[in-house]
T-cell receptor
Framework: GAVVSQHPSWVICKSGTSVKIECRSL??????MFWYRQFPKQSLMLMAT?????????EQGVEKDKFLINHASLTLSTLTVTSAHPEDSSFYIC??????????FGPGTRLTVL | GESVGLHLPTLSVQEGDNSIINCAYS??????FIWYKQESGKGPQFIID?????DKRQGQRVTVLLNKTVKHLSLQIAATQPGDSAVYFC???????????FGTGTRLQVFP
């Protein structure tokens, strides 16, 4: 299957700082990527759809000014958590794939905000 | 809509037995379904998928059954092995978009 990478795999930051997470499709091009958040012992919650060359589409209840998404190229999407707070601590996962086809998931990024 | 749970249901099986994990999906318009396996601290891993024009699909040691009448999906794992221990999620795709809606998940524990 196709490979999606994320960087960093884990990050610890102070409250009030911003953190950028990268999602790359290594062997395929993804016009659309998705960002999920997963709290411990819970399911994946879709946060937003990242569209190459256009604005991201956010799910209801997700603050677009707090979770900035940039889809700079067909192989790179970034999620920036701005002014992070402890409640933003979570496991962030991205995915990419074809239309109506299997989505390939990244390994996730563990964010801990102190 | 999205599924949120305070804890994951757990299925405990003995090594070598068959496992059946169930999932109820939410949208009758969903036309593509996927089962994912997630190990601790990792991203979801594709196991098997099925489209709404089918009611059964088999893979290596795994079978997915789809009952559209009651919006139910199941994953059967034959001869369960310790390496199968993980959390399993079903996901549904509405088809018109690529968005996946995940179920609450089931933790599978395999004991010797």
């Amino acid at each position: 299957g196709a490979v999606v990478s994320q960087h960093p795999s884990w990050v610890i930051c102070k409250s009030g700082t911003s953190v950028k997470i990268e999602c790359r499709s290594l062997d395929f091009q993804a016009t659309t990527m998705f960002w999920y958040r997963q709290f411990p012992k819970q399911s994946l919650m879709l946060m937003a759809t990242s569209n190459e060359g256009s604005k991201a589409t956010y799910e209801q209840g997700v603050e677009k000014d707090k979770f900035l998404i940039n889809h700079a190229s067909l192989t790179l999407s970034t999620l920036t958590v701005t002014s992070a707070h402890p409640e933003d601590s979570s496991f962030y996962i991205c995915s990419g794939g074809g239309v109506g086809e299997e989505q390939f998931f990244g390994p996730g990024t563990r964010l801990t905000v102190l | 809509g999205e599924s949120v749970g305070l804890h994951l249901p757990t299925l405990s099986v003995q090594e070598g037995d068959n496992s059946i994990i169930n999932c109820a999906y939410s949208n009758s318009a969903s036309d593509y379904f996927i089962w994912y396996k997630q190990e601790s601290g990792k991203g979801p891993q594709f196991i098997i998928d099925i489209r709404s024009n089918m009611d059964k699909r088999q893979g290596q040691r795994v079978t997915v059954l789809l009952n559209k009448t009651v919006k139910h999906l199941s994953l059967q794992i034959a001869a369960t092995q310790p390496g199968d221990s993980a959390v399993y999620f079903c996901a549904e795709n509405l088809g018109k978009t690529d968005k996946l809606i995940f179920g609450t998940g089931t933790r599978l524990q395999v004991f010797p």
